[in-house]
T-cell receptor, first 113, second 115 residues
Framework: RKEVEQDPGPFNVPEGATVAFNCTYS??????FFWYRQDCRKEPKLLMS???SGNEDGRFTAQLNRASQYISLLIRDSKLSDSATYLC??????????????FGQGTTLQVKP | NAGVTQTPKFQVLKTGQSMTLQCAQD?????MSWYRQDPGMGLRLIHY???????DQGEVPNGYNVSRSTTEDFPLRLLSAAPSQTSVYFC??????????????FGPGTRLTVL
């Protein structure tokens, strides 16, 4: 079993739609959680950290469910510019103070006009 | 700040050749790492370093060497290139210990083809 699992998609949605991605992680000792965005042929960039209480940044909402060990990302009112691959990222619980992260495979989103 | 820089952007090698991918950061980050990204495989950790003089292996270290003589630089050496090493290579850096939410900053990547 992969340590961080995501549905690779692609998710094809029309502009204005709401879309949600889920991600599961294998170890309950993980402490830090993130969503990164990667545009085609570009480097990954941090979209948002995921806090225990859930957090929102404009049209983006991230939630953490520790009991079920999953993380979600909700995008409201999708824009064409949201088309990208979204990477679920978890800190390496075995080395939580080193900065080492574990990346999911990524979920591809295509927003259509 | 330039952030994380990588050179070269593109490289074509013949099987058996060696080369060094360069990575530098100017943010005084302790943690630096190298990943490779292949279609359908996601980012896989090759080697990482938690500070000058300290390196360790990641998930896929075979065929690669690293060293960390300064905080700023973390070069990745391919000892004898093989077609299986054709990939996109990303270098990343972050603050390390004591900070729970430590964002990793990535360089623009090196696209390597081994013939």
């Amino acid at each position: 079993r992969k340590e961080v699992e995501q549905d690779p998609g692609p998710f094809n949605v029309p502009e204005g739609a709401t879309v949600a991605f889920n991600c599961t992680y294998s170890n309950s000792a993980s402490q830090s959680f993130f969503w990164y965005r990667q545009d085609c042929r570009k480097e990954p960039k941090l979209l948002m950290s995921v806090y225990s209480s859930g957090n929102e940044d404009g049209r983006f909402t991230a939630q953490l469910n520790r009991a079920s060990q999953y993380i979600s990302l909700l995008i409201r009112d999708s824009k064409l510019s949201d088309s990208a691959t979204y990477l679920c990222v978890v800190n390496d619980y075995r080395q939580s103070n080193t900065g080492k992260l574990i990346f999911g495979q990524g979920t591809t989103l295509q927003v259509k006009p | 700040n330039a952030g994380v820089t990588q050179t070269p952007k593109f490289q074509v090698l013949k099987t058996g050749q060696s080369m060094t991918l360069q990575c530098a950061q100017d943010m005084n980050h302790e943690y630096m790492s190298w990943y490779r990204q292949d279609p359908g495989m996601g980012l896989r950790l090759i080697h990482y370093s938690v500070g000058a003089g300290i390196t360790d292996q990641g998930e896929v270290p075979n065929g690669y060497n690293v060293s960390r003589s300064t905080t700023e630089d973390f070069p990745l050496r391919l000892l004898s290139a093989a077609p299986s090493q054709t990939s996109v290579y990303f270098c990343a850096s972050s603050y390390a210990s004591g900070i729970t939410y430590n964002e990793q900053f990535f360089g623009p990547g090196t696209r390597l083809t081994v013939l």
